[in-house]
């Protein structure tokens, strides 16, 4: 069993930025591939990023490459999703899910635990 615990939402301006966390327990982390997906107001999840066990291998929605980074610490049983110059389109909330496998995927159904999420509101 894996328990995710999302952290780092919030406020911010167009253009700016923020680093979202995702916190883990449990010691197999370091064998989960780790992915990020975010779901707004009257829309359906949608894919973000994802990263394999290591961190060797990332994987982005073409919605956000160029502007977001994906990164882990195994050591710290952590993902983070840094995120450059939003858009008001980037309002969700965002999810971290971890894959038993150690290969990302950017399929929502493919995950096999998922965190309570974190609201980012970016405003115009």
């Known amino acids: 069993q894996v328990q995710l615990v999302e952290s780092g939402g919030g406020l911010v301006q167009a253009g700016g930025s923020l680093r979202l966390s995702c916190a883990a327990s449990g010691r197999t982390f370091g064998s989960y591939a780790m992915g990020w997906f975010r779901q707004a107001p009257g829309k359906e999840r949608e894919f973000v990023a994802a990263?394999?066990?290591?961190?060797?291998?990332?994987y982005y929605a073409d919605s956000v490459k160029g502007r977001f980074t994906i990164s882990r610490d195994n050591a710290k049983n952590t993902v983070y999703l840094q995120m450059n110059s939003l858009k008001p389109e980037d309002t969700a909330v965002y999810y971290c899910?971890?894959?038993?496998?150690?290969?990302?995927?950017?399929?929502?159904?493919?995950?096999?635990?998922w965190g309570q999420g974190t609201q980012v509101t970016v405003s115009s």
């Open positions: 899910a971890a894959r038993i496998s150690g290969r990302y995927s950017s399929r929502s159904d493919e995950y096999s635990y």
């Open positions: 990263i394999n066990w290591s961190g060797g291998i990332t």
